[in-house]
Each structure stands twice: as C-alpha cells, then as structure tokens.
C-alpha cells in the first residue's frame, strides 16, 4: 500500500520537547515506521521550517520525509499555520503526479484540511468551483462530493478544538475558523481513528457519524522503553516524575501544590523532578511557565524538593523512568499521552487525572491509580499510598509491563490503523475513473 501521511507541523524529524514539537511528532513516526516494517511504502508531508532542509529525506526503508513549501521557512505556531495550507495541499497534489496514493492519512485538523484539498485536486476539479460547503481563509471548499471520492482520506485529530475551547476557554489560541472547519474535516474524512474511546463521544457531539470511527491508540517503542537496565541516581529517598511540555494545562503546579502535603504525611524527603520545556538552562529559566513554576514551588516552601531538568535526550529517558517511584500525568484534559505508556513499559506505576486517554492507557488500581482532574489533595492521597507500598508499586509496574507489551506495541497499532486504512478503500465508489487510482 502507498501511504501519504500528512502532519503540517509536527515533523517526525523534529526535534521533541519544543513549543510545537510532542507526541504527534512520536505518533507520526513510530506509526509511519511500524507501516513501513509491514511492507508499506510510506511517504510524509510536512511544511518546511528552516530554509536549509532538503526537499526529501530518506528517513528508512520505504520512509520518506517531504518538505512542502508552506509559508515562510521558519518556525510558525502551529495556531498561525491555517493561511498556508492550501500551499501544502498544492505541493502534495504536485509530488503525487500521476502515481497518487492509496490512501491519505491527516495529523492535525489543518492537515485534514490540506489533505482534503490535495485529494479534491488530483480529482481533477479544483474545490473552489464548489459552492456548499464551508470554507477556509482562501475561500476553498473544507470538503469534496461524494461524487468526487478518487484517494480516500483518513483522519486522526489527536485533539479537538472543542475540548480545548471547553478547558481554556479565552486562553485557547486556535484560529476562529477551526469552530467549523474541524468538524468539516471530520464529516468529510473517509475514516477518522480515534485514539480513546472518550474521543468519540467528543466526535459524536460534534455530529460526526460515529460508524465510520475507528480506534486506533497511540503506541509506545518498546524497543527503548523496559525495565530492563539501571535506573538513574537520585537525591532524596523518594522520586515522583513529570513528563512533558511546561505549559498550564499538563497541570505540573497541581504536582507541586501536592508536595506539602506529602509531607504533612509523612513524605518529606521527596523529589519532584520535572522533565520538559526548554533545552538550555538559560532558556528553561526564561520560560514564563517555569517561572510561575518555581515561584510557586517557593511559595510554597518545597523549591528544594523541585528539580527542572528541561529537555532530555529521548536514550536517557527509561533510566529517568526507572528511578521514578511513581510517574503523575495530571493534565486538565489529554486526547491520549504518550508519557503514562513509557512509564508503564519501564514498570513504573501512574498517577493520572481521569480525563480523555488516560482513562483508557492507565488502569485504576491495576497499572496506577485515577485522581479527580485539578485536584492536589488527591494527588497527595494517591502518591503517598504508592510512597508507602512497595509491594504495591511493584505488582502495578508488572502490570503496566504486560499491558503495554500486550496494547500498545506500534506494531499493533499499525495492524490496526492498516485496518482503518483497508475499511476506508472499501467504502470507496467501485468506479474510481481515475488512472493509477485503483488498487
């Protein structure tokens, strides 16, 4: 199968950890990877960022990296990128000539978007000629006929503008037009996979017909991540451990409010080591979320507990894992996260909010423990019963071992999102009239 994955800003090259750079990028390239193991030929389009990047990039076998000219060659917020996607959906439709795909696989609502443009365009009439459906900052169509299907379209959101909106309400910087444009995308989409089950209930509200949903989680590299090797030292009798981007919603000073009253109970002698945010020291400490961070941590009395380690090179993160006593993944809401399966993979139990994915990855009282979304005194609660059970931190760590060897192997994934693929080309019209279209 000719697969063209589309993930306007989040590169499987990128460098992780930065303002846009996370968990799609992961998503993106471990699925692309897996697809290209089971013989699939994988191409992804991506908009270039830096003025130095070549055009292809030969990431492995049957994997190739794209760069599309898509606005200024530079970093944009992701937010600030919907004027340039029909300049994506040109370069795509232009590298696929006359030999298109089998089918095309967004990341993201804007790439959903660009896909759905490219594949409108290959199809031989440009989608500004039509006139029903809602359209984006060019004045091009979100949406093709079904007359029109030639390459079908699948789409995973990996977050939706509605949760979003609904947890950071003016603080949310998505662009205006993603109110309409999102769900265009969703009822346009051949298929959509979903990562969690709380997903579709969001996509169903959103008044997407949940029958052509697939499910389809995020998976982890269990090739890096294992219990298997030395943990890495710490300083204190005790290691919590947070995992990810340093801005509000992950829900990191929820960590450091729950501190003191750890110690209350006896757990003093604590650490909490933070990794995420920028790479450089004199970066990290600039950033305005860390401040906040050890301005509370001070506050509060524990900024001797608080250790900010900002970017770590992906190698050393199972030895971080490891030394953990428990991982806290707390964020206001999460469509999936990556972070609890790598933790889970190095048996190491979860602290998790029960919000979005993690209600499906972490098993409550089985690989971890769920605590009420913004709330430190159960987070408090819930660390310190792992603090004073070893036996039960080991025997949940077994337990994350074998769930994510089991559940969330990529290879697994990827059976499973071929699946998605193969659902989506069987619903297409029996007469492509296309050359290089049929299968």
């Given at each position: 199968m000719k697969i063209s994955m589309v993930s306007e800003h989040a590169s499987p090259l990128a460098a992780l950890g930065g303002v846009d750079a996370g968990g799609q990028n992961v998503h993106v390239a471990a699925l692309s990877e897996a697809?290209?193991?089971?013989?699939?030929?994988?191409?992804?389009?991506?908009?270039?960022?830096?003025?130095?990047?070549?055009?292809?990039?030969?990431?492995?076998?049957?994997?190739?990296?794209?760069?599309?000219?898509?606005?200024?060659?530079c970093h944009v917020p992701k937010d600030e990128l919907l004027p340039f996607m029909d300049d994506l959906a040109a370069g795509m439709a232009k590298d696929w000539g006359?030999?298109?795909p089998d089918v095309v696989h967004g990341h993201f609502w804007m790439s959903g978007l660009a896909a759905l443009e490219a594949v409108g365009r290959i199809g031989g009439q440009d989608s500004a000629e039509r006139d029903t459906s809602p359209r984006d900052t060019s004045g091009r169509a979100?949406?093709?006929?079904?007359?029109?299907y030639r390459i079908p379209v699948v789409q995973t959101f990996h977050a939706l503008g509605t949760v979003k909106r609904r947890h950071q309400g003016s603080e949310d910087t998505s662009p205006p037009q993603r109110r309409w444009l999102e769900p265009s995308v969703g009822r346009s989409a051949d298929r959509i996979i979903a990562t969690c089950s709380d997903e579709v209930f969001e996509l169903k509200a959103m008044g997407i017909?949940?029958?052509?949903?697939?499910?389809?989680?995020?998976?982890?590299?269990?090739?890096?991540?294992?219990a298997d090797g030395p943990p890495a030292p710490r300083p204190r009798t005790h290691r919590i451990l947070s995992v990810g981007r340093l801005v509000p919603r992950k829900g990191v000073d929820l960590v450091i409010r729950a501190l003191p009253q750890l110690a209350e109970a006896g757990f003093d002698d604590v650490e909490l080591l933070i990794v995420g945010g920028g790479a450089e020291p004199g970066v990290l400490h600039a950033d305005p979320e860390v401040r906040r961070l050890l301005d509370l941590a001070e506050g509060l009395g524990v900024a001797h507990q608080v250790t900010l380690r900002g970017q770590v090179p992906r190698g050393d993160m199972p030895?971080?894992?490891r030394s953990a006593d428990a991982v806290v993944c707390t964020p206001w809401y999460e469509p999936f996260g990556i972070v609890p399966l790598e933790a889970m993979a190095c048996g190491v139990p979860v602290v998790a909010a029960a919000v979005g994915g993690l209600q499906d990855t972490v098993l409550d009282h089985g690989t971890g423990l769920h605590v009420p979304p913004r709330d430190p005194e159960a987070i408090a609660a819930a660390v310190a019963i792992l603090l004073a059970n070893p036996g039960l931190r080991a025997e949940m760590g077994a337990a994350g071992q074998v769930r994510a060897r089991t559940r969330y192997s990529w290879d697994r994934v990827a059976a499973e999102t071929e699946k998605a693929y193969q659902l989506?080309?069987?619903?297409?019209?029996?007469?492509?009239?296309?050359?290089g279209a049929a299968l």
């Amino acid at each position: 199968m000719k697969i063209s994955m589309v993930s306007e800003h989040a590169s499987p090259l990128a460098a992780l950890g930065g303002v846009d750079a996370g968990g799609q990028n992961v998503h993106v390239a471990a699925l692309s990877e897996a697809l290209a193991r089971r013989g699939h030929s994988v191409t992804v389009y991506t908009r270039r960022d830096a003025e130095d990047l070549p055009a292809r990039v030969q990431a492995g076998p049957r994997l190739e990296v794209v760069h599309v000219d898509a606005g200024p060659p530079c970093h944009v917020p992701k937010d600030e990128l919907l004027p340039f996607m029909d300049d994506l959906a040109a370069g795509m439709a232009k590298d696929w000539g006359r030999l298109p795909p089998d089918v095309v696989h967004g990341h993201f609502w804007m790439s959903g978007l660009a896909a759905l443009e490219a594949v409108g365009r290959i199809g031989g009439q440009d989608s500004a000629e039509r006139d029903t459906s809602p359209r984006d900052t060019s004045g091009r169509a979100a949406r093709r006929d079904d007359a029109e299907y030639r390459i079908p379209v699948v789409q995973t959101f990996h977050a939706l503008g509605t949760v979003k909106r609904r947890h950071q309400g003016s603080e949310d910087t998505s662009p205006p037009q993603r109110r309409w444009l999102e769900p265009s995308v969703g009822r346009s989409a051949d298929r959509i996979i979903a990562t969690c089950s709380d997903e579709v209930f969001e996509l169903k509200a959103m008044g997407i017909d949940t029958g052509k949903v697939s499910i389809a989680p995020c998976g982890v590299d269990l090739g890096l991540f294992s219990a298997d090797g030395p943990p890495a030292p710490r300083p204190r009798t005790h290691r919590i451990l947070s995992v990810g981007r340093l801005v509000p919603r992950k829900g990191v000073d929820l960590v450091i409010r729950a501190l003191p009253q750890l110690a209350e109970a006896g757990f003093d002698d604590v650490e909490l080591l933070i990794v995420g945010g920028g790479a450089e020291p004199g970066v990290l400490h600039a950033d305005p979320e860390v401040r906040r961070l050890l301005d509370l941590a001070e506050g509060l009395g524990v900024a001797h507990q608080v250790t900010l380690r900002g970017q770590v090179p992906r190698g050393d993160m199972p030895g971080i894992f490891r030394s953990a006593d428990a991982v806290v993944c707390t964020p206001w809401y999460e469509p999936f996260g990556i972070v609890p399966l790598e933790a889970m993979a190095c048996g190491v139990p979860v602290v998790a909010a029960a919000v979005g994915g993690l209600q499906d990855t972490v098993l409550d009282h089985g690989t971890g423990l769920h605590v009420p979304p913004r709330d430190p005194e159960a987070i408090a609660a819930a660390v310190a019963i792992l603090l004073a059970n070893p036996g039960l931190r080991a025997e949940m760590g077994a337990a994350g071992q074998v769930r994510a060897r089991t559940r969330y192997s990529w290879d697994r994934v990827a059976a499973e999102t071929e699946k998605a693929y193969q659902l989506a080309m069987a619903e297409l019209p029996a007469t492509l009239g296309m050359e290089g279209a049929a299968l």
